[in-house]
């Protein structure tokens, strides 16, 4: 039973001390969540730099996100034992960022099984090593203490309703935005929705992982969903016009940066004339906004080699002998099925060779064969 609903209505309940800084808002009827920092991680805010929260259904409580290590996770695990005595049955990943994913380890303590995006679960086994050793680095090994990487053991590959919990959640994936695996979790009967990575409100997006153009698609397809109320990112509670507004600046931003690459400006060039002052009040403006910058500008150079390089294949297609080293290399290599080298390719970087390639070649193919 929902012990505390009654007294959490729409209210901003702040339970604040050192040993519990979560904020607990209740969003719409039995869906909560759990209001970060709006501030970039370090040791005073111990990681607790995101929004995470929980839906309670008629059999069992669904959890979106762990928090920034174990004892955040630990603190998200009592804060809910004192809204509910259901069981957790479900926690979801909605991307690999460790602020979201490293308190997963206060979850498998439990017993509570875990699901993200299969991109998201790929992600997590070859960053998070890295990403806990530069969260520990910036949080310390107190704050960090019992956290341990745990990798999702459920995943999605599309767009899907789940009934859980005698719950109806849809998860949403519209391919790489923020991060590659991003989910969005709609809860279908109150319309509130945990946007993971993809929404942000009243402060600046996080773009270190970003796929702009993905990004921009991505929100132009959840403008379609039924959204009443948007627990974001980052930032208060929203209603869907969040969605709008993140949309906005990246396409400001990205339209800026179109602008200025194209006039030939450098990286170094246009972290001074890239100011969107409409966004100014944003949280974290001064030092996200100049990263985001950089980011974007990095976009476009590598789209611009990217079509330097797709033209100078454009040539190339007679067939080398399948025995070739690199292409045994290739096909060993993990990034896809063998392929044939075509003449010339010596005169050409391996690591462009594998990006293209692996960009070209569909799966399935059992011959040494170069796809155009
Ligand atoms: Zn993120």
Known sequence: MIARAAALFAALLLVSCAEHPLKLQEVASHVFAFIGETEEIKPSNRGNVINTG?????????????????????????????????????????????????????????????????????????????????????????????????????????????????????????????????????DVETGVLFAGGLVFHDQIPVMQQANTRGWIAALDALKNQPITRIVPAAGPIANASAVADTLVYLKSLLESMERQYAEGKSAIDVLSSSDLPQFREWALYDWTHQLNVQHVYRELEREELSAERDELYSGLSAPLAPADPWCAAFASSGFGPAVTLTAGLSAIPNSDIVDSTAARCGSGTDSCQWLR
């Open 54 to 186: 929980f839906i309670v259904g008629s059999d069992g409580v669904v959890v979106i996100d762990s928090g920034a290590n174990h004892k955040h996770g630990q603190m998200i695990l009592d804060e809910i034992a004192s809204v509910t005595s259901k069981p957790i049955v479900l926690l979801i990943n909605t991307h690999p960022h460790p602020e979201n994913v490293l308190g997963n380890s206060a979850f498998a303590e439990k017993g509570i099984p875990i699901l993200a995006h299969s991109e998201t679960t790929a992600a997590m086994q070859a960053r998070c090593e890295t990403c806990l050793k530069h969260t520990r680095e910036q949080l310390s090994e107190e704050i960090m203490r019992g956290t341990e990487i745990v990798i999702p053991t459920r995943s999605v590959e599309h767009s899907q309703d789940l009934s859980i919990a005698g719950r109806r959640l849809r998860l949403l994936y519209f391919g790489w935005a923020h991060t590659e695996g991003d989910l969005g979790v709609l």
